[in-house]
């Protein structure tokens, strides 16, 4: 958007909201990434609880049912005993994938940067 821009590009549902809307909490991308760089696109709940540090159980349900609500994973019950339920990319899911890797990829490429942001109170680091 630049300087003198239409108004209707900067409504409260124009695209650049929406995209960011998506990803207001940091688990959404990080379990599209997760899914995608370390599982090929699919993966089990307890797989996905194994390869995110630091998320709950119950924080990885909210978001695998928010994420599905909105089409980017599809969630498929397998006829096994115990019941188990794998989670996969949809199109769309892998659609968004490409950015989000730029981001991720952009993040580990300029580390330093943001380690001279400095800290904030919420941020974990080990």
Not at 15 to 33: E, G, I, N, Q
Not at 77 to 89: E, F, S
Not at 97 to 116: C, F, H, I, K, S
Request: aromatic share 6%; net charge positive.
């Amino acid at each position: 958007m630049h300087p003198g821009t239409d108004e209707a590009e900067w409504r409260e549902d124009c695209a650049p909201r929406r995209v960011l809307s998506l990803f207001a909490t940091k688990w959404t991308s990080m379990v599209l990434h997760t899914l995608h760089a370390r599982h090929g696109g699919q993966a089990r709940t307890g797989v996905l609880l194994r390869s995110l540090p630091g998320i709950s159980k119950k924080m990885l349900t909210q978001t695998l049912r928010d994420m599905e609500t909105i089409g980017l994973i599809e969630r498929q019950v397998l006829a096994v005993m115990p019941p188990a339920v794998d989670y996969r990319l949809t199109p769309l899911g892998y659609r968004f994938v490409e950015p989000v890797t730029m981001l991720y990829d952009w993040g580990r490429a300029n580390a330093d940067a943001l380690d001279a942001l400095g800290s904030r109170a919420s941020a974990r680091r080990g």
